[in-house]
């Protein structure tokens, strides 16, 4: 069997451990190991150790723990109960009124936390009931909710876009401020389908009792000021400080950390208890993370040692592809592997195999992570494992069927393959904001992020000869 063959029978029997129900990172280690000890013999133990050294040494990864502390911090401190109620007064003349305060409360606690799994349950807690009280379809309420948690993955602060920035190589900051547009965007088409929906067919999103409605302007403006207004004000700060160049994503994140606590101060909700619940979780998400990168480091470089990277890049560039053609083959790829796996998955192990071909093709890296980034809106939505579904189900009322939710999320689906349509069409959606920050690439803040170039170890590192 020649090394380029197993390379690739590597990569397969990886996608058949996982779907057996191994743990992933492990899964990823015992695979490079295994196959690195064929093709390079003792000399992969020593490389395991430099690659979980340079790994643990990355500079960029130091601000996805304190952004998963800042959103559990958050998570508990009971400011998504005062958001929800303040922006539900505030729109209720609306139509479909609880549809879209779940959609504003989502897109800015999605925004916060960056964790889909905790903003779609405490909607579901949060805003599902009152939606099924009014008279709210079952399958707008919970597509509402499910497509609403799924913005974190896009919108900055994402964690997302941090993994991808350290996995290709290119500036987190320059990220965010290319997805800020497009996540937006994608947040205020879900705002209007909503509108449009309840204004087409009222019955499925009934307007409130008036009674619930005729609220006083002081009040609200009360409401809104008491919980809208801080929540927003500790992102844009972390945000703003990113994106002008005031502060690394480290940084920022360590101040929004400080800022979560202090407003959990402030709502009297901070107790030790629940920081040493938020420290527990964050060091529990980390752990995965860091280890998911080390085992991907090891899989895709001896991946990338034993020829198979190079025989994915030979099978593309013989396909009649151009620009537009492979983008649609990544991103049917990408949407296809979202089904049997997490983003996370997606992004360390996948990925780097189609950043040695954007060269070839002329695509942005930004641009394609920004891609990236909206089609795995999908993975969380799109049946048969629809996490965003699941974990929505798993606090709905028992009369809330699977199937209802899996329809509800259809037309977020599609809107999402609008949203990418028009991005590719107008790609200056992506790029505007960049251009306009820093001038052009490169000009942006830069992190050493010290990321293993796409394929695996330079020869250098490795200190062997080319595979036989």
């Known amino acids: 069997m020649s090394d380029g063959v197993l ?31 064929l093709g390079m013999q003792e000399r992969i133990f020593d490389l395991l150790v430099q690659r979980t050294y340079a790994i643990m040494a990355n500079d960029v990864l130091i601000s996805v723990p304190l952004f998963v502390f800042m959103g559990y911090i958050i998570e508990r401190a009971n400011i998504l109960d005062r958001l929800f109620r303040s ?33 779609v349950t405490l909607m579901g807690l949060l805003a599902l009931p009152p939606m099924l009280r009014a008279g709210y379809d079952v399958k707008l309420a919970t597509g509402v909710i499910a497509a609403g948690g799924c913005l974190g993955i896009l919108i900055p602060p994402s964690i997302m876009l941090i993994l991808f920035g350290a996995t290709a190589g290119v500036s987190v900051v320059q990220l965010y401020a290319a997805a800020f547009i497009p996540g937006l965007m994608l947040a205020g088409l879900y705002v209007l389908y909503a509108i449009g ?14 009674e619930e409605v005729a609220v006083p302007f002081s009040t609200i403006l009360w409401s809104l000021a008491s919980s809208f207004l801080p929540l927003a004000l500790l992102i844009a700060l972390v945000l703003g400080c990113i994106l002008l160049g005031l502060a690394t994503p480290s940084e920022a994140a360590a101040m929004g950390s400080l800022g979560a606590i202090i407003l959990a101060v402030i709502y009297r909700s901070f107790t030790w ?33 034993l020829g198979g990277q190079a025989l994915v890049e030979e099978f593309f560039k013989s396909l009649p592809l151009n620009q537009f053609t492979f983008m649609v083959l990544a991103q049917l790829l990408i949407f296809i592997l979202g ?39 999908t993975s969380f939505l799109s049946p048969p494992v629809a996490m965003a579904a699941f974990y929505l189900k798993g606090v709905a009322p028992k009369h809330v069927r699977l199937e209802q939710i899996f329809a509800g999320c259809m037309p977020f689906i599609y809107i999402v393959v609008i949203c990418m349509i028009s991005v590719y069409v107008f790609p200056g959606l992506v790029t505007w904001l960049p251009e306009q920050l820093y001038g052009g690439a490169g000009d942006a803040p830069t992190i050493n992020m010290e990321a293993p170039p796409p394929g695996g170890f330079a020869e250098e590192e490795i200190a062997l000869p080319p595979a036989q």
């Open 273 to 305: 208890s629940k920081l040493k619940e938020s420290v527990f979780l964050t060091a529990r998400t980390s752990a995965m993370v860091c280890w998911l990168f080390v085992g991907s480091a090891i899989f895709s470089s001896v991946f990338g040692y």
């Open 87 to 119: 922006l539900q007064m505030a729109s209720g003349n609306i139509p479909g009124s609880l549809a879209v305060a779940t959609l504003a409360t989502c897109a800015l606690f999605a925004t916060a936390t960056g964790i889909v799994g905790a903003v």
């Open 7 to 37: 390379g690739l029978t590597q990569l397969f029997l990886f996608l058949f451990f996982i779907m057996l129900g191994f743990p992933i990172a492990f899964t990823l280690m015992a695979m490079g190991l295994f196959f690195g000890y």
């Open 339 to 377: 089904w049997p796996l997490e983003w996370t998955e997606i992004i360390v192990i996948f990925v780097p195999i189609f950043l040695p071909l954007l060269d070839d093709f002329g695509v942005d890296p930004l641009f394609f992570g920004v891609m990236i980034a909206l089609n795995l809106q």
């Open 197 to 210: 929906i309840a204004i087409v067919k009222p019955g499925v999103a009934p307007r409130l009792p008036p």
